[in-house]
């Protein structure tokens, strides 16, 4: 497995869940951490713990939504370290409607700005770096709704999160020649504060049956640590009790 010390990795939804725990794990390894997200408050508080810790942590707040600012981040990454290896794209939201008898056009707007096309912005932005360095990893968070339809996730998140998958296979396909690898990430439930937005509350005796963010960056740093001519280009992971396996065999409560 390759050593990361000193790497330089751009998280993005870093201030909570997912994101958290794989700058977390990363910086732990010697990675140089850039954190972004909207909230400025809990990302200073993840880069304090890595700094505390004797690691190295940046805080780049932005609204990945708006290409410009993904831009601003990508060009002072640069100008800061020189260089970019590791994009943990990790940031995504969901929301309480999710029939499309609820959505409005400005809700739709909004969960592909922030699940898809915010995915497709730091990507690009993370290319333009890693092209002229012919080597650079790109992680996305897709989870299962990228690859199996359900009433569950709702339509706009499934639509946005299997466009993930998607990008991320393209970007194998044209940037092999390059050194450059995208691995998407399709984990079931993950006890993360997305968790909140579900209609209905999800109680902890179920939360603690999940996935947790830990086990999420572990699978990170695996994927991160592998040698530069090997690429995992999907993984789907689930907690072993599965709350939808459960319901069908009639020995678990409805999933909403």
């Not at 396909?173 to 209905?200: Q, Y």
Request: aromatic share 4%; glycine share 8%; charged share 20%.
């Amino acid at each position: 497995m390759s050593d990361l010390k000193g790497k330089i990795a751009w998280v993005t939804g870093a201030g909570t869940g997912i994101g958290e725990a794989a700058a977390l794990a990363l910086a732990k390894e010697g990675v140089k951490v850039v954190l972004t997200g909207r909230r400025k408050e809990p990302l200073q508080s993840v880069a304090d713990r890595i700094t505390a810790a004797g690691g190295v942590a940046h805080v780049a707040a932005a609204d990945v939504t708006d290409p410009a600012a993904v831009e601003a981040v990508a060009a002072d990454i640069k100008a800061r370290f020189g260089r970019l290896d590791i994009l943990v794209n990790n940031a995504g939201v969901n929301i309480t409607e999710r029939r499309w008898r609820e959505l409005t056009p400005e809700r739709n707007k909004m969960m592909l700005d922030t699940n898809l096309n915010s995915a497709c912005y730091c990507a690009a932005a993370a290319l333009g770096m890693m092209r002229p360095q012919k080597d650079g990893l790109l992680i996305h968070t897709a989870y299962m709704a990228g690859k199996v339809g359900s009433l569950l996730s709702g339509p706009t998140y499934i639509a946005a999160k299997h466009g993930v998958v998607a990008m991320s296979h393209s970007i194998n396909m044209e940037e092999f020649s390059n050194g450059i690898r995208s691995t998407v990430l399709c984990p079931g439930e993950v006890a993360t504060p997305i968790l909140d937005k579900r209609p209905v509350p999800v109680s902890k005796e179920d939360r603690d049956r999940m996935l947790q963010p830990e086990h999420m960056a572990d699978l990170i740093l695996y994927v991160a640590k592998l040698p530069a001519s090997v690429i995992i280009n999907e993984v789907l992971i689930n907690p072993t009790w599965n709350r939808g396996y459960a319901a069908a065999a009639g020995i678990g409560s409805k999933i909403t």
